[in-house]
C-alpha cells in the first residue's frame, strides 16, 4: 500500500515559498514522525531541498528527479520519474511507502496512491502551493476524520 501523508490548511494550502506557510507545529511533526518512522518515504526535489535535516532519520529516503546529474549522497536514493511509479509499487510489496510532497509529485503518483493521510492545520495561510483538491475528491472517499495525538486527521482511501 502507497500511502501520502501531508498537512495542509483550510484551502488545501501546504506550501508558501518553498516552506511550510504556517508556524512550527511540533504535533504536528510527532505525528508524522511516528507514522513514517522505519518505512519509506518518497519526496520530490524541492521537498528535499527544503528538509533542514537530511535525510530524515530511521527511514530510506528516496527522492523522485528528472535531473540526469542526481546520484545517491546523503544517504538517500534517487529515482528518475519515469521508472518511479513500478519502483515504488514493487517496494511498497515489502515496506511502508510514503509520500511526502511536494504538490507535483503527489499529482503525478496520484494514481498509485492508496491513501491519503492529512493533517489539517486550522486556518488559511496564503499558500502558494496546494493538493489537488478536486482530484482528490473525484477519486477518493474521507474514511475517517479525527484526532491523533495533538492533530486532527482526515484520511482519505482510494474508490
Known sequence: MIKAILACDQDWGIGKDGDLPWPHNTDDLKWFKES?????????????????????????????????????QDGCQFIKFNIAKKELVNMSKSQHVWIIGGAKLVKGLLDIIDEFHLSRIQGSYDCDTFLPSSLIAQKYELADSGKRGGVYVDIWKQL
Open 36 to 72: 513514517t518512522m522505519g518505512g519509506v518515504v518518497v519526496m520530490g526535489k524541492s521537498t528535499w531541498n527544503s528538509l533542514p535535516r537530511k535525510p530524515l532519520p530511521n527511514r530510506k529516503n528516496i527522492i523522485i528527479t528528472s535531473s540526469e546529474q542526481d546520484k545517491e
